[in-house]
């Protein structure tokens, strides 16, 4: 089973500043997708950013940005030019690639969460 | 597009009956419906997985007969929590999957409480 894990509970970071989140995670597989999503206070998932495991290039969404490391099994997630709307939980999660008839299609499994302040 | 609504989103009821959720997919099909349970300030708990027309999958420790779930249409599953009692209270998210693609959709979730 994959594992998902994010060693940061709580980050702060001045607004406009940059901050970078943590995620490792553990697979047998090679072919699989990372997602980074948000979770601000009303609780709504909004997905942040993308990778496919198959892509070498590191997924880039305006300020979102990750550091892909496959060998390493990482996958951070970096917020640059911080803004006070950018304050949430986030969110890594891992999905495999499996098949479309497979019981576990689609399934998600979510690291522990880092809660992330944005000073103004 | 791609919005997934959840009804209510806070309910209160009493210990001992029971109560339903409804998770729909308001602008496209949803072939898989999933079901999570959060606690405050922790992660995402994957409760179980919803295809239509057939059983929802259990993820373990989820006892099936307590949390029943109904995928009746392909734009509407059902969580009914039957029994209730404090210890279920929670916030329960449903998330949707279109055309078996790559993203999921979440619902605004339903916060539960049990007195």
């Known amino acids: 089973a994959q594992t998902v894990t994010q060693s940061q509970p709580e980050m702060s970071v001045q607004e406009a500043e940059t901050v970078t989140l943590s995620c490792t995670y553990d697979?047998?597989?090679?072919?699989?997708?990372l997602f980074w999503y948000k979770q601000p206070p009303s609780r709504q998932m909004i997905l942040v950013i993308r990778?496919?495991?198959?892509?070498?290039q590191n997924a880039t969404e305006n300020r979102f940005s990750v550091n892909f490391q496959k060998a390493a099994k990482s996958f951070s997630l970096k917020i640059s030019d911080s803004q006070l709307g950018d304050a949430a939980m986030y969110f890594c999660?891992?999905?495999?690639?499996?098949?479309?008839?497979?019981?576990?299609?689609?399934?998600?499994?979510f690291g522990q969460g880092t809660i992330l302040t944005v000073h103004p | 597009g791609a919005v997934v609504s959840q009804h209510p989103s806070w309910v209160i009821c009493k210990s001992g009956t029971s109560v339903k959720i409804e998770c729909r997919s308001l602008?496209?099909?949803?072939?898989?419906m999933f079901w999570y349970r959060q606690f405050p300030k922790q992660s995402l708990m994957l409760m179980a997985t919803?295809?239509?027309?057939?059983?929802?999958?259990?993820e373990q420790g989820v006892e099936k007969d307590k949390f029943l779930i109904n995928h009746a249409s392909l734009t509407l599953s059902t969580l009914t929590v039957t029994s209730a009692h404090p210890e279920d209270s929670s916030f329960y998210i449903c998330?949707?999957?279109?055309?078996?693609?790559?993203?999921?959709?979440f619902g605004p979730g339903t916060r539960l409480t049990v007195t």
């Open positions: 998330s949707a999957l279109r055309d078996r693609g790559l993203e999921q959709y």
């Open positions: 697979t047998s597989e090679s072919d699989y997708y």
């Open positions: 990778q496919e495991a198959y892509k070498q």
């Open positions: 999660a891992y999905r495999t690639r499996g098949w479309a008839g497979g019981t576990s299609y689609g399934k998600l499994t």
């Open positions: 602008d496209f099909q949803a072939t898989t």
């Open positions: 919803s295809n239509e027309g057939s059983k929802a999958t259990y």
